[in-house]
Structures are given as structure tokens and as C-alpha cells.
């Protein structure tokens, strides 16, 4: 499989690293310092593409993707704004691509179990959920791609909540997000139900990189005979 890797920080790395293991070559690393190499690479040489990169530049180098028929893999987050567009975008051209807040596997059974979470507690007001995230101090984007993805699967399960806020202050019907950065924290995300008699409690905490990069290179293998908008749902078939 011949990868194209935008985005060349510590993720775009590891991807590398672990995609040469098992054969797969690189065909190109895109980063800032030389983002105009991207329109002198040969489309038709490369398999898929593997977006890592900042969330300001996530939207063209996608649009590049599908305009050379190129399926794209996206974890990058704090983009999310444009991902209508983007999906628009992408059936317009019948093309590919795939994004996720969080490529490991032990994630997004977290995403599942909140889900299931929120649906049994819609009945129980008493209970008042909030959301903890932590993160390295180089994270970008606060709150976490991750947290939001959490934050709506409540929303959508739960009643009583209509949005997310990220503050410490309370707002009637938002969830409140809470967001940390302290070094070295990969990501830590705990989910809390409080209420006058108790408190209950799930939580997920990254110890490496690797479940991230391994997860992005097992869908980037899956996804180059798919077509449209797809997600970890997808992948998982949850």
C-alpha cells in the first residue's frame, strides 16, 4: 500500500514507523515547511492518504484528496466546523474519506459505553454529568475531538441536555466540558454522574501513542475500496 502522510508530527512518525513494518511505503510526507510539495506528488501513485496534520490546513488537503479521487483518513481535530461542507464536498465528487476524534479501538468502546451510560440515566435527574478532559500542553484544540464526540453521545441519550459547554460555569440544559493540559498527558477523559447520594464514574486514560496509530493504519488499510463519508462505526460495525 503506497500512503501519502499529511502531516509529519509525532503521530505522522509513529504511522510511519509501524506502516514500513509491515511492508507499506511512504510515497510522501507533507508538513508546513513544504506544504506546496503536495500539488508536484503524482496522485495516481498513492493508495490513501493519512491525515495527521494541523486543524487549520485539515479542509484543503481533504478537498485535494477527493479532487485526485484519493481516500483520506482524518485524525486531526478542532475542524469539525466544516465537516458538513466536507461531507458535501465528498459525495459531490463520489469520493472517500474517514474521520475520527480517536483511532483506538479501547476509545471507542468508551464512546459505546457512554452512549449506553447516558441512555440509562435519561430518568434519573438527580444525576448531573460533566466532562474531564486532560491533555499534553501542545494539544491545539480544547476542548478534545474526543470529548466532543463524548459530549454528544450524551446529548443525543440524554434528555436534559441540549449542548456542551467548555467552562466552569453552569448554563440550564449544557454539559458542562472541563479541559486540563498538563505534560505528559496523552489524553484522560472521565465521565461523572454527580448527584447528593453518590457519584458515578467511567473513565479511559492513554497510556501511548501507539493505540492511535495502530488503529489509523488498520482503517487506512480497510478503507481503500470504500466510498463516502465513513467513521469508526463504520469500521467497527457498532
Known sequence: MNILLLGYGKMGQLIEELALKKGHLIIGKINSTNSKELFKIDSQTIDVAIEFSKPETVFDNAKWCLDNQIPVVIGTTGWQEKKSELDDYCHNKKGTYF??????????LFFRLNKQLAKQLDSFNDYEPSIVEIHHTNKLDAPSGTAITLAEGI????????????????????LKIKSERID????????????????????????????????????AEWVIEKKGVLSMDDFLSL
Not at 186 to 203: C, M, P, V
Open 99 to 108: 474521520f475520527a476524534s480517536n483511532f483506538s479501538i479501547g476509545v471507542n
Open 155 to 174: 446529548i443525543n441519550n440524554l434528555t436534559r441536555k441540549s449542548k456542551w459547554i467548555n467552562s466552569d460555569e453552569s448554563e440550564p440544559g449544557a
Open 184 to 219: 505528559p498527558t496523552l489524553g484522560t477523559h472521565t465521565i461523572s454522574y454527580d448527584s447528593s447520594i453518590d457519584k458515578i464514574e467511567i473513565k479511559h486514560t492513554a497510556h501511548s501513542r501507539l493505540g492511535f496509530a495502530t488503529g489509523a493504519l488498520l482503517v
